[in-house]
């Protein structure tokens, strides 16, 4: 997936909302992506409700190709990597291998998230809770009284527009230039609007979206959003 991303600033640093839905950090070399969500087509398959099966391989595959097209150092995965804790061991084995290769080659942080609080460790990288860089602090979810610089995902959040009286719905970057939230990057993941009041309680009313479309990221502010 290639397309053109969208500038934006948190805390003062200068970032880049990929149209893949990861955030890009090119000063430092780093990449973030949110709420991966591996094995949540086997974990809902365990349960008798049936997804697709291959949402791990197409998430893999999406980072792979992310990281193929942008010069990487370190990545950070802001927590729910994985669907449950048990979602690392119904790993396919040619998958296992594939995310351990990929690991390998990269400073690989994951952060502890509410689906995955204690993220395995057979696969490579670093376990933290949080982690802060320079002026910003990634971690899972938004906590509301954060200081500026926090970035974060969890909620999966999505925006909608009225675009020539048609609504579009999209995943999107959300930030009010102190906080960031990030959308999902994992296959099959759903989404909140951010003008519920779960998101739009973590920011201030000046808030702007970067909606992932199919080509390239738009800014939308947050007087343009229709529930």
């Excluded at 990030?182 to 739009?200: H, Q, Y």
């Amino acid at each position: 997936m290639s397309g053109r991303p969208e500038q934006l600033s948190v805390n003062g640093v200068s970032l880049v909302a990929d149209i893949s839905g990861a955030l890009l950090w090119p000063e430092r070399r780093l990449a973030a992506v949110a709420d991966l969500h591996f094995e949540k087509g086997s974990a809902f398959a365990e349960r008798g409700q049936f997804l697709p099966p291959y949402d791990t391989a197409v998430t893999l595959d999406k980072l792979e190709a992310l990281l193929a097209r942008h010069d990487v150092k370190r990545l950070i995965c802001l927590g729910d990597s994985f669907h449950d804790q048990g979602a690392a061991a119904r790993l396919p084995d040619q998958i296992t291998v594939r995310l351990q290769g990929l690991i390998a080659r990269y400073d690989w942080i994951w952060i502890a998230g509410n689906h995955d609080p204690a993220p395995p460790q057979n696969l490579g990288g670093s376990i933290a809770a949080e982690w802060t860089e320079g002026a910003l602090t990634f971690r899972h979810e938004a906590e509301p009284q954060a200081m500026a610089g926090e970035v974060s995902g969890h909620f999966h959040p999505k925006a909608a527009v009225r675009v020539r009286n048609k609504r579009i719905t999209a995943p999107c970057f959300v930030t009010d230039g102190r906080k960031l939230i990030l959308p999902a990057f994992g296959a099959f993941t759903g989404g909140l609007n951010v003008l519920d009041p779960a998101i739009a309680g973590l920011l201030g009313r000046s808030f702007q979206v970067m909606l992932l479309g199919r080509k390239q990221v738009f800014a939308f502010p947050r007087k343009a959003l229709c529930k």
